[in-house]
Every structure is written in C-alpha cells, then in structure tokens.
C-alpha cells in the first residue's frame, strides 16, 4: 500500500522509500496540519541534500535551523524542531547505526519493545509513539508480535483515530473529523 499523508506525490513517495523520511514526518506531526509535518522530509531533502541521520546529526545546528525556516517553513516552530530531528537522528546514529528502521527491526522485536524504542526517541511521548507503531503495523507490514496490543485504540481496524489510518484524501477527513470531535469534547468539559 503507498503512503499517502500529504497531497504532494513526490512527498508520499519518498515517505514510502525512507524510514527517516517517515519518522520525521511523524516527529513533526504536532501543531501543523497532517500535510505539513509529512512533506517537512521532502523540503530537509530538498535543502540539505540528503536524508542520511548523520548527514543531519553533524549538520551545523544553526545552518539546519536557517534551512528548516526558509519559507515555506517545515514547521509553525521550525527552530525548536530542527533541534528535535537533529537530537533524534543523533539518537539514531548511537543507538542504530543511523538507519531509522532499526527502531523496529533491530534484533527483531515485539511490539511492546518497538514502542519502547519509539518513545526513547526525542520527542516522542506515549501518544506519538503509540500512533507510528500503529502507522507502521497497519500500513508498513510490521508483524513484530503483539504490536496491536501495545499501540492500543490506534490499532482498531476501520478506524480513524491517527494518521495510522490514513490512506487517500477521504481518510484524512474523517481523521480530522475526529480530532475536531475530540478537542470540543475536551474542551465541553473544561467548561
């Protein structure tokens, strides 16, 4: 199945062809639409030349910082986040060899071990870790035992509760749907 988690083709192929591609995607997938945080890989890509965790972990901080704020930005806070792909791809580099998808193949884990993994990694929390791992079970072929248990409701099939279930523009929506349901809910019971 081809990701599909932005409307630009080129985006979306190169989140299909590169773990680093798809979990800084997800890294930046806060505070900006879906489509913004998955093609952020696709401009670092395009400026940086390259999306190799250590190309991007030695970069020159402030250098990386200026290239993930020229317009259009790869996040509303891209300073703040060009530090978080930088901490993430050096935790990458020291635990993984810089290879991405080691955070779910290495040594061949269970699911509770992958999410483990996930939320060691700079900013990742709970939540996000809980939602790639079940972007990458129901979407990427993860078998590693026991991965639905640990990602919990965002494994429910036929759901849409996270970008892990979003597969075309029409899945996107009923995603966004119930992100709008849940903040007024949230936001009713303040009141």
């Known amino acids: 199945m081809a990701t599909w988690l932005t409307t630009d083709s080129e985006a979306n192929e190169l989140l299909d062809r590169e773990p680093l591609a798809l979990l800084t995607g997800m890294l930046l997938d806060q505070q900006v639409t879906i489509e913004t945080a998955f093609a952020g890989p696709k401009k670092i890509l395009e ?87 079940a972007l990458l079970g129901k979407q990427r072929g993860l078998t590693a035992t026991g991965w639905r248990k640990a990602a919990g409701d965002y494994a429910k099939k036929g759901s849409f509760l996270s970008v892990a279930d979003i597969v075309d523009e029409a899945s996107l929506l009923e995603v966004r749907a119930y992100k709008k349901e849940m903040k007024a809910a949230a936001k009713a019971k303040k009141a």
């Open 47 to 133: 400026r940086v030349g390259s999306l190799d965790a250590r190309v991007i972990a030695e970069y020159d901080p402030q250098r990386f910082a200026e290239l993930c704020s020229t317009p259009p930005a790869i996040h509303r806070f891209p300073g703040s986040m060009a530090k978080r792909i930088q901490a993430m791809c050096q935790e990458l580099v020291d635990t993984y060899d810089g290879r991405a998808e080691g955070v779910w193949t290495a040594g061949n884990p269970n699911g509770a071990e992958v999410l483990k993994r996930l939320k060691a990694l700079p900013g990742f929390g709970e939540g996000k870790a809980k939602i790639f791992l």
